[in-house]
């Protein structure tokens, strides 16, 4: 798929054959699992048709082709002609071909799919008649696409003084916004974790320059450590943080220790298997970790020994009693929501100073060009350990908060899925940026849980969304890298090249 | 001795499945040099056409197994090829020249994609399909264990075994396989030379496609049950034969695979069968630690 240049037009003939070649193709993709549906009945199963999606499916794969190309090629008018029209019939077929067949919904079947494209299709004739108002419709190349990106990021970066505190004055005030209701605070306090955990993350990923595919075993480690030493040993949550960051950490020693001089994809493939073993000890192991039944009824977290909870269990004080306050049970949210904030902002100030420390220099170092390292006797191993075992601290920290906040965990929490999610926060947002793993989070997390309706389409969404973002801009959102030191200061603060 | 003769039928079948996704694994790395992480998805994809085609054969009335069998197999090669060919086109291509971990993203995004369109489409619940091939040979009939080789493990062991000296022939033989391997050392001289190197790609990805539909259908033969979830596991397992038996050599991957079955089913067979993906993943690590490009792999030289 190269870039048309400017002035090149395809001709009638190529468009249809290619559009042609489109339409065969998604024919052949939803002739057997869209046209056919294995349906459970009594007795076994039964084989349902429905090839009028197939239809649809193709027909609209050839319409969507050609308009395209025409896009490309900046024959805007043409396609706001053809693809308005297109928008107009599937909103009146959603709308209105329901009267003939009450039993579905045209074209497809799904309520869902039909808005969606039709907002795909609105937006594209959209964007053509923008482009013929302006300039004749000159899209973008890609090349002049990362740079414009690039320079937004740099922008961003430039501002991310102002930004950084601006966000964090938000979070400080949100739980006492007019609109915060307990759902709102639920989705901040699940952002926020992965935030946290994008930053620690990042630690490995962006500084150290490790492919890490098994972040979620150290999650994991963390939060059974904390169920585990509140369950046996009967200590409060912040007593036990440390101790899980420390046996989460303990655990990044022991698999980084074989491993950690293994190239880029050999290490993301035993991560993700070391992944997997953390997973499935935990599921088989039932009389320490209560296998797929899971660890239930962890203890809360305490502000400074007073509980957040309506009667104090035996001998404590709680918290609206002891400021004589009426109980509400949205304190706790509030609480949680401030406790993750700080462990969260805890995480940004240490990669932040941590950068600026030799320690920090070396694995920026070492992600540029281990054999230089190596040339100047840095000993790669244990530099790398450093990033790997703290990154895992992170995450440790991040588990026993889960595992607080939820006040109940199995393995099924721990499946590889989290740790791709994480993994697609940092580089969505960029490498090594701390705003861009901020915003990647909020964007495939936060929105998301928005549309909790639409929860069957919600891992398909967040699917497609990872890959046309990594399609459209491939560095990551606000990816753009400053040299930490320069020899020569570029003239004038703030001026970006 | 009877036992152990059962778990290496059952290790060499199991390892056939293995082996045919592995290959997918190791070709397109050893071409672009990325973990195609969706390959797991498009194995699942094959079994679910597989069984789609067998239910539709016999609505059809076309009963007699052999022809099912011929068809099905046609039907989920070509049209599983045709997803293998769309997932290069839509989340490779585009980020030929990106940062690895870009194309690493868009590969689980397109996992997760997939996972979720088969489960919209075909729902959640396992899909069973009764055995279609029954009965065996039996040996050792007077000694204290009786050993069966199924005629579904013959057929998949014969099956996987011709599909791989095809293999093999077309990679080392033909003009496309030239191909293939002028692109795997040096994509770019490779384009110099005249050799449509996007094609080229493409194919390897269909190639890769077809041998894993295979795969999806030996499964549900074998296993009789699948759901949208399989893809996963065997797809991390046949990563980890390719890279056991060293990333980007295809017999690498044949032996991986092999290898991965049989540790599988000894360990099931003789320690615990919950530990068994954990035996794996142990006796990855081990060889990695000792052998860092794996069991058939060459050393990298870096250049400075």
């Known amino acids: ?497 | 001795m009877g036992y152990f003769l059962q778990q290496l039928i059952n290790g060499v079948s199991l390892g056939m499945i293995y082996a045919l996704i592995a290959i997918g694994y190791t070709m397109v790395y050893g071409i672009i040099g990325m973990i195609n992480f969706a390959h797991g998805e498009i194995f699942m994809i094959g079994a679910f056409i597989s069984i789609i085609t067998f239910m539709v054969l016999s609505l059809l009335g076309i009963g007699w197994i052999p022809l099912a069998l011929v068809i099905m197999l046609l039907a989920t090669t070509i049209l599983t090829s045709v997803y293998g060919w769309a997932l290069e086109r839509v989340a490779y291509r585009p980020l030929r020249n990106s940062p690895r971990l870009a194309a690493l993203i868009t590969a689980i995004g397109m996992s997760i994609f997939l996972q979720n369109y088969v489960q919209l489409l075909q729902g959640a619940r396992v899909k069973p399909l009764q055995p279609l091939i029954s009965g065996g040979f039996r040996f050792l009939e007077g000694g204290d264990f009786v050993v069966t080789l199924s005629y579904l493990q013959l057929f998949i062991i014969v099956l996987t075994i011709v599909l791989m000296l095809a293999f093999t022939y077309l990679i080392n033989k033909t003009a496309l396989g030239r191909a293939q391997r002028a692109c795997q050392q040096d994509l770019g001289m490779a384009g110099l030379i005249g050799i449509n190197v996007d094609r080229t790609i493409s194919l390897t990805f269909v190639m890769g496609a077809t041998l894993a539909s295979v795969a999806g259908l030996i499964f549900l033969l074998n296993y009789g049950v699948i759901d949208f979830y399989i893809g996963f596991l065997a797809g991390v397992k046949a990563f980890t034969a390719a890279v056991l038996g060293g990333i980007g050599s295809l017999p690498g991957a044949m032996l991986g695979g092999l290898l991965i079955g049989l540790i599988e089913a000894f360990w099931s067979a003789y320690f615990t069968v919950e530990y068994k993906d954990v035996a794996a993943f142990a006796i990855l690590v081990l060889v990695l630690i000792f052998r860092p490009t794996g069991l058939l792999g060459k050393p990298d030289v870096e250049k400075v």
């Open chain 1, 1 to 497: 798929m190269s870039e048309a240049a400017a002035a090149s037009i395809t001709p009638t003939r190529d468009m249809l054959r290619d559009a042609g070649l489109m339409a065969v193709v998604v024919f052949g993709l939803s002739f057997s699992l869209v046209g056919f549906k294995i349906e459970d009945v009594p007795g076994g199963l039964a084989i349902l048709t429905r090839f009028d999606g197939v239809f649809f499916a193709t027909a609209l794969a050839f319409l969507g082709r050609i308009g395209v190309i025409m896009l490309r090629e900046q024959r805007a008018l043409p396609i706001a002609i053809t693809a308005l029209p297109t928008a107009v019939i599937i909103l009146l077929l959603q709308l209105f071909a329901g009267d003939l067949d009450p039993e579905r919904t045209y074209p497809f079947r799904s309520t869902v799919v039909n808005w969606s494209l039709f907002s795909v299709t609105l937006a594209m004739s959209l964007r053509a008649i923008w482009l013929t108002w302006h300039h004749g419709g000159a899209a973008r190349s890609r090349d002049a696409r990362e740079k414009a990106m690039d320079l937004v990021g740099a922008k961003v970066q430039d501002a991310a003084r102002f930004i950084g505190p601006a966000l964090l004055g938000f979070a400080l005030i949100l739980p006492f916004l007019p609109f915060a209701d307990r759902r709102l605070l639920d989705i901040g306090i699940l952002v926020l974790t992965y935030i946290m955990l994008g930053w620690g993350l990042n630690i490995v990923v962006g500084l150290a320059g490790l492919l890490d595919l098994g972040y979620v075993a150290f999650y994991a480690v963390g939060a059974y450590s904390y169920a585990l030493l509140a369950q046996y040993f009967d200590l409060g949550f912040f007593l036990a943080l440390p101790l899980a960051g420390i046996l989460a950490a303990f655990a990044g020693i022991l698999l980084g220790f074989p491993v950690l001089r293994l190239r880029g994809d050999y290490l993301a493939i035993v991560t993700l298997g070391f992944g997997e073993i953390i997973r499935i000890i935990l599921l088989n192991w039932y009389t320490f970790t209560g296998g797929p039944d899971g660890i239930s009824g962890i203890p809360r977290p305490t502000f400074f020994g007073l509980e957040l909870s309506k009667r104090a269990s035996d001998g404590g004080d709680t918290f609206h009693t002891f400021f004589g306050l009426t109980y509400s049970p949205i304190d706790r949210i509030i609480f949680l929501f401030y406790l993750i904030l700080a462990m969260a902002m805890l995480t940004n100030l240490f990669t932040l100073r941590i950068r600026k420390l030799p320690i920090g220099r070396a694995w920026e170092a070492l992600r540029e060009d281990e054999i230089a390292c190596r040339s100047l006797g840095m000993n790669p191993r244990n530099t790398k350990l450093t990033a790997f075992s703290i990154g895992a601290m992170f995450g440790g920290f991040g588990g026993s908060f889960f595992a607080t906040r939820q006040g109940f965990i199995s393995p099924e929490s721990f499946t590889f899925i989290e740790s791709a999610v994480i993994l697609a926060i940092v580089v969505l947002g960029g490498m090594g940026s701390q705003l861009g793993v901020v915003f990647a989070a909020i964007l495939l997390i936060g929105l998301p849980e928005f549309f909790r309706e639409l929860q069957q389409y919600r891992m398909l969404a967040f699917g497609l969304a990872m890959v046309m973002i990594m399609v459209w801009r491939p560095s990551g959102l606000l990816a753009h890298r400053e040299p930490t030191l320069r020899l020569h200061p570029p003239p004038g603060k703030g001026s970006v090249k």
